[in-house]
């Protein structure tokens, strides 16, 4: 999965990202949290408007084939308090992938 992250002004704490699959029952199926760019760029390292890319791998290889539904959310990793998406949820479904 490929992000790109931005911020509109310097961010005061460093958020971690995370970027999962949902099995078709909503179940964790694969996941991986971090910083962005492979823990090298924590937020608070970001200019404002600078664009951050973010490639994430998943661990597929073990998961039965059916339709997953890909999330992506962020949160602070010391408290866990999620940092919501713009519509107020905890996440935001980036796709749908078939294995």
Known sequence: ???WW???EPLA???TASVFLLDGAGALAAQNDSY???DAR???SWAAG???YDPR???VASLPPGEYTVGVKVYTWWDGAIFPAGD???YVVVGVWNR
């Open 88 to 90: 107020g949820r905890e």
């Open 57 to 59: 791998a998943l661990d």
């Open 6 to 8: 931005s911020a509109d």
């Open 1 to 3: 999965v490929d992000l």
């Open 50 to 52: 600078e664009v951050v």
């Open 13 to 15: 704490a460093d958020y």
């Open 36 to 38: 962005p760019f492979l």
């Open 42 to 44: 924590p937020t608070t």
